[in-house]
């Protein structure tokens, strides 16, 4: 998804979309956790996971990609540890 960084007072503002808001379990005035990644990214998430909710998620998604055989011996042979 493309965001726009807009100004917010002396600081800059990412909206997060309400699609993103609902599966996160955030609300206004809540605290997120905010981490810069090693590729040079951001990573944003609640500061109180809902491992639940993620779980629920997790199996609505289930059916939609199932992972075969072939697929898991594919990822296994291009493993690098």
């Known amino acids: 998804?493309?965001?726009?960084?807009?100004?917010?007072?002396?600081?800059?503002?990412?909206?997060?979309?309400?699609?993103y808001v609902r599966r996160l379990g955030i609300k206004e005035g809540d605290h997120v956790q905010a981490d810069l990644t090693a590729d040079g990214g951001i990573s944003i998430r609640a500061a109180k996971w809902d491992r639940a909710a993620f779980v629920r998620?997790?199996?609505?998604?289930?059916d939609t990609m199932p992972v075969t055989e072939s697929?898991?011996?594919?990822?296994?042979r291009g493993a690098r540890y």
């Open 71 to 76: 697929v898991i011996e594919e990822l296994r």
């Open 57 to 62: 998620e997790l199996e609505k998604m289930h």
């Open 1 to 19: 998804m493309d965001l726009q960084i807009a100004k917010w007072g002396n600081s800059l503002a990412l909206r997060i979309p309400a699609d």
